[in-house]
Structures are given as C-alpha cells and as structure tokens.
C-alpha cells in the first residue's frame, strides 16, 4: 500500500482529531490512526539513530543516541498503552 502525501496525511488527522474531539468514533479508527502517528515520530528518530550509528563506525557517541532513541520510543509506547514498567530497583 503506498505511503499517504502529506497532504493526505494532515487531512486525516485533522479529522481524526475532530472524531476524537466530537466522541465519533465507533470503531476507534481515529484513536487508533493518531496513536500511530504519534509512535511512528518516535521509531522514525530511532531508525534515523541507528542509521547514524551504522553510518558513524558503532561510535559509542551515536550508539548513546540510539539507546535514548530507544528508550523514548519505549516511553511513548507505555504511556499511550497505559503501562508501567517495573524499575530496576537501582
């Protein structure tokens, strides 16, 4: 399936955001559509963290982005699933 335009993608929302707003949404498109979007921004700068440590020679500069990279994805994940991990207990 090809990729939305971006204009595509900002009428979407824009109506999923009205659909959420107005308590239209039946079948939970709109939630699920605007919760994907909001991960997608996280795991696009992990991919972008990861080609760089790649790119760089596994620099431990670029290998420290990409475990933060990784570690927001994670948070934004567990937030939007209502999730908490336990802690390390360190």
Same mark, same amino acid.
């Given at each position: 399936?090809?990729?939305?335009?971006?204009?595509?993608?900002?009428? @979407?929302?824009?109506?999923?955001? *009205?659909?959420?707003?107005?308590?239209?949404?039946?079948?939970? %498109?709109? !939630? /699920?559509?605007?919760?994907?979007?909001?991960?997608?921004?996280?795991?696009?700068?992990?991919?972008? @963290?990861?080609?760089?440590?790649? *790119?760089?020679?596994?620099?431990?500069?670029?290998?420290?982005? %990409?475990? !933060? /990279?990784?570690?927001?994805?994670?948070?934004?994940?567990?937030?939007?699933?209502?999730?908490?991990?336990?802690?390390?207990?360190?």
């Amino acid at each position: 399936m090809p990729k939305p335009t971006e204009q595509e993608l900002e009428q @979407a929302l824009t109506h999923a955001g *009205r659909m959420r707003e107005t308590g239209e949404d039946p079948y939970f %498109l709109a !939630k /699920a559509l605007l919760s994907c979007h909001y991960l997608n921004g996280y795991l696009l700068d992990v991919l972008r @963290a990861a080609e760089d440590y790649i *790119r760089t020679g596994l620099s431990e500069q670029e290998h420290t982005r %990409l475990i !933060k /990279a990784i570690e927001k994805a994670r948070a934004a994940d567990d937030r939007s699933a209502r999730v908490e991990r336990p802690g390390l207990g360190l």
